[in-house]
């Protein structure tokens, strides 16, 4: 069923409120928009797009998009609108310290308050690295005015030496063959220069790539956008077609409320779990549905998990395929194509038709890169929610991207407090370690990280790497980059931070995990765990000023999605509209 033709009348376009009258407020912004050179035939009746663009010259994975806006803009023009570009926070993974996560909820704020003060009547939203997509989704469907997502694309595929490098997952591997000693600092030179030879976003199933297909599979990008490459021309194209498109969205009054239903986002899981996504897909999908008043949690995840095949051979979930690959093999909707019987094919997106007439026709050309449902990289899904007495809101674990010897397994815990010490324990050749240990690290969830930094890939101990050991079982109340693999236990929730029974664990206890059965637990009496939780002691305050003051205030644990609790929708009154 496709969209009835509902159109908005001129008068109606929130913008009117700040160009349409004729009393002084609406004097100043005429003026002043003669004044950047526009004539009233530019404006007038004319929907105002903004363009969000999160480009920035130390944002490797947009930095294309300052040309790319250009394209949205063409589009937009062509259309019929008014296009302004607004900057946004930029939030590139590599970079922004100490972790973009503690951030993200910035931008969401940032961009709902762009929206809001300005006279806009839609908006194209420009991101892809990591925090980018949820961080602009989320302002997007607060302000639910008609929003169209713009993936920055995939960067090509990395090389050297002869060898295919992926994003991430590739830095990672050569980093401990060079601590092993099995790959030489002058190879170890040529995997920096090779690993990322284009623009775009991690070409791995990272976090981006996950994302942005969340973005599509929800229904906010145009059908296929998401694993166009950023190097492609096609990418130009798609480009200026959202611009294109969303003009007409506005006059259909198309609003992200439309589009993300409880059926949407349920959508969006199971073509995650189909990609082998980023573990962190948990948090920004909770977040995100939850802002569009769609009650989503880990159970959702869960459920599909258990039935949702892993389909998309792409590293790390898959064994040797990137991003340019799956687009080659004809992309996500020829993923979606396969595992239709799993989605709600009803919902409408933003184009207006519905999710089943976007994929119709596409097909697979590489079915070794889009596998059949018949003959999946991984039948589970990819993702598995844990629960038990050292996780009661659950934790996650990523059974594809890991050594299945651990799927069931229970070693003693070595426990280190922060990050230093254990980076600097597991270089120490003499450490008392086993392969049958598990590493633990606290205080780096949300509010211990702060910011939940991607270190859940808690990094091997030399020791073992040199006997020839490639994984162990890791636990952390962080997160851990999509483009990790590993038996590592992540997002343990409550976090150490706020007093999760995380913070009770002692090295020397017995963990055991069994994730057939999603269980995770301490094997230390209820009696012992009462005791040391009378005896612990809070640690201090990370921010007592500033931005991080405010978060640390503010912030919700993982298995809530890590927002704000006063940006939720639920919370208090609706913000009203700005006087003019
Ligand atoms: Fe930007 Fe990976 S660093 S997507
Ligand atoms: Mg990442």
């Given at each position: 069923m496709t969209q009835p033709t509902h159109r908005k009348a001129a008068a109606d376009l929130r913008s009117a409120r700040w160009f349409g009258d004729h009393g002084l407020r609406s004097f100043g912004h005429r003026s002043r928009a003669f004044q950047m050179g526009?004539?009233?035939?530019?404006?007038?009746?004319k929907p105002v797009i903004a363009i969000l663009n999160t480009w920035s010259e130390i944002s490797p994975c947009h930095v294309h998009l300052r040309d790319r806006a250009a394209d949205v803009k063409r589009g937009i023009l062509m259309a019929g609108g008014f296009p302004i570009e607004l900057p946004a926070l930029s939030l590139a993974e590599i970079f922004v310290k100490p972790t973009t996560m503690l951030y993200r909820n910035m931008l969401a704020m940032e961009v709902e308050e762009l929206i809001r003060s300005h006279p806009v009547d839609g908006v194209v939203l420009m991101g892809g690295c990591d925090k980018t997509t949820p961080g602009l989704m989320l302002g997007a469907t607060s302000m639910d005015v008609p929003a169209i997502y713009v993936p920055a694309g995939p960067m090509l595929r990395g090389n050297w030496a002869g060898k295919t490098l992926g994003s991430g997952s590739d830095s990672f591997k050569y980093w401990e063959e060079l601590r092993a000693g099995t790959i030489t600092e002058e190879d170890w030179q040529g995997v920096e220069a090779g690993?990322?030879?284009?623009?775009?976003?991690?070409?791995?199933?990272?976090t981006a790539s996950t994302m942005t297909a969340i973005a599509e599979a929800v229904g906010m990008s145009l059908p296929g956008a998401s694993s166009i490459p950023a190097a492609d021309s096609g990418h130009m194209r798609m480009c200026a077609a959202s611009g294109r498109r969303i003009v007409e969205m506005v006059w259909e009054d198309l609003k992200p409320s439309r589009i993300q239903t409880r059926a949407a986002f349920l959508n969006a899981i199971v073509v995650a779990m189909a990609m082998g996504c980023s573990t962190n897909a948990i948090i920004h999908l909770i977040a995100m549905a939850r802002r569009a008043g769609q009650d989503i949690g880990l159970e959702d995840f869960e459920r599909a998990s258990r039935t949702v095949p892993v389909i998309g051979n792409v590293r790390p979930s898959g064994t040797q395929y990137l991003m340019e690959d799956f687009f080659y093999a004809g992309g996500i909707r020829a993923l979606m194509v396969e595992i239709a019987a799993f989605l709600d094919l009803s919902c409408i997106t933003c184009t207006g038709k519905t999710l089943g007439e976007n994929i119709a026709g596409a097909k697979v050309y590489n079915a070794d890169v889009i596998r059949p449902v018949s003959n999946p990289i991984y039948a589970e899904g990819s993702l598995a929610v844990l629960k038990g007495n050292l996780a009661p809101d659950g934790c996650v674990i990523k059974p594809a991207a890991m050594?299945?010897?651990?799927?069931k397994h229970s070693g003693p815990a070595l426990v280190f407090d922060d990050y230093a010490s254990l980076k600097k324990a597991v270089d120490d050749e003499t450490l008392d370690i086993t392969p049958d240990h598990v590493l633990v690290l606290r205080n780096a969830g949300p509010q211990g990280g702060p910011g939940m930094p991607e270190w859940g890939m808690l990094p091997m101990p030399k020791k073992l790497l040199k006997q020839g050991h490639r994984d162990m079982l890791r636990l952390s109340d962080a997160r851990m980059s999509g483009t990790s693999y590993g038996a590592c236990v992540l997002h343990v929730a409550p976090e150490s931070f706020v007093g999760g029974p995380l913070a009770l664990l002692r090295t020397g206890d017995i963990v055991a995990i069994d994730v057939d059965a999603r269980s995770i637990r301490m094997e230390v009496s209820d009696e012992e765990i009462a005791r040391r939780r009378a005896a612990w002691v809070p640690p201090s305050p990370?921010?007592?000023?500033g931005y991080g003051f405010a978060f640390s205030k503010h912030i919700e644990q993982a298995d809530q999605g890590c927002d704000f609790d006063f940006l939720r929708t639920d919370f208090g009154a609706p913000v009203e509209e700005p006087a003019i």
């Open positions: 526009h004539s009233p035939e530019d404006w007038a009746s690993i990322a030879r284009s623009h775009g976003t991690c070409m791995t199933m990272g050594d299945a010897r651990f799927l990370r921010y007592e000023r």
